[in-house]
């Protein structure tokens, strides 16, 4: 792996050990500040909307493509093609 995977998951490693040190009651405070905030999101039209979106997308398979000029451009002359007949 290269040395920023590295240093990532040893750093995830040392996050997880120092969650674990911690009195039950410290984990029970950072629950609930984590729960608040996630209500808090929840609450947020912008991001409810931004994720319904996504969600959306994934499930219909209705994701933006790219098309390359060539399409377009091929397109757009066989359209104009057929006005001018």
Request: zero cysteines; a positive charge; proline letters at 4%.
């Amino acid at each position: 792996m290269s040395d920023v995977i590295d240093k990532i998951l040893a750093a995830k490693l040392k996050m997880r050990r120092e969650l674990a040190d911690l009195p039950f009651d410290q984990k029970l405070d950072l629950m609930e500040k984590i729960r608040e905030r996630n209500e808090m999101l929840a609450e947020n039209p912008l991001h409810y909307r931004a994720r319904e979106n996504k969600a959306v997308a994934a499930v219909s398979g209705n994701v933006a493509k790219r098309k390359t000029p060539a399409k377009r451009f091929a397109r757009r002359g066989a359209g104009a093609a057929e006005k001018n007949q």
